[in-house]
């Protein structure tokens, strides 16, 4: 029996690093997960492996009954999992619309996009304010939400974001967080990839700690919110400077 998303023991490679080492993490339809740990657990190259960038050396993954690990990119995509990748990649000098509407180039349901404008500017009423407006013109936090947006733009099955708090303000963290439960609440799988733990934890109902390519702890994330220990041995400093 496989879940509706799950890597099997996967395994990363970049020349001679070993980033990722036998890791399987696992949900099913509807859920929110999170995947936490410090700078360079392997969090983005898991990532990267789940949306077909990054070849997996061995090991399995599963969406939505079908192996999708040796599929393209653009093939995943079209079955439903959309990936908002690390470090906010917004066209400058384009406007927010046209921003949003390049995550809908895949699709095929063109007479559908109108609709999944108004859930994005629903999602974050910031984006109508500053619909024509050059995206670069945004602060960091806005123009993280607008990237989210854009995933959402691809009406994706399966929305897998990195670090989407990197480099946000405190109060634009909040929104985002509140945004990641609404969509969620639509019927969205999520997987969160986050160096800040707590935001993760409060969103999502079970979270994979990694640390050095491995997963370290796996457990409820009311569970681990409360636990100390786990906080200090694998998410250290930045989650408490970050919270
Ligand atoms: N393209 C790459 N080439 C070589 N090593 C890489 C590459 N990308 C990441 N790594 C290494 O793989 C490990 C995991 O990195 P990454 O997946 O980016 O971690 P995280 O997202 O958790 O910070 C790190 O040791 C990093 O230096
Ligand atoms: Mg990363």
Redesign the pocket.
């Known amino acids: 029996m496989t879940r509706y998303f799950e890597t099997r023991n996967i395994t990363v490679k970049?020349?001679r690093?070993l980033?990722?080492k036998s890791v399987s993490i696992g949900m099913d339809e509807g859920e929110t997960i999170s995947l936490i740990?410090?700078?360079?657990?392997?969090?983005?190259?898991?990532l990267r492996a789940i949306t077909g960038l990054t070849p997996i050396s061995s090991g399995e993954i599963w969406f939505n009954g079908d192996r999708i690990d040796r599929l393209a990119t653009d093939a995943i995509v079209e079955r439903g999992v959309t990936m908002v990748p690390?470090g906010r990649r917004v066209f400058p000098l384009m406007t927010v619309r046209d921003n949003l509407l390049m995550g809908a180039f895949l699709r095929r349901d063109k007479s559908k996009i109108a609709a999944s404008i108004d859930r994005v500017v629903t999602l974050f009423p910031r984006l109508k304010e500053r619909f024509h407006q050059a995206a670069g013109t945004m602060s960091g936090g806005e123009q993280q939400m607008m990237v989210i947006g854009r995933g959402m733009m691809a009406d994706p099955k399966l929305l897998i974001m990195?670090e989407p708090s990197l480099g946000v303000a405190p109060k634009f963290v909040q929104e985002i967080a509140r945004a990641i439960v609404d969509i969620n609440r639509q019927g969205v799988s999520v997987i969160l990839?986050e160096q800040n733990s707590r935001m993760a934890l409060r969103v999502s109902r079970h979270a994979y700690v990694?640390s050095t390519?491995k997963v370290v702890v796996n457990d409820k994330s009311s569970r681990l919110l409360l636990d100390d220990r786990v906080q200090k041995a694998y998410l250290g400093e930045i989650s408490e400077a970050r919270a």
């Open positions: 970049y020349d690093v980033a990722v740990g410090s700078n360079g657990a392997g969090k983005t190259s898991t690390e990195d990839v990694m390519g």
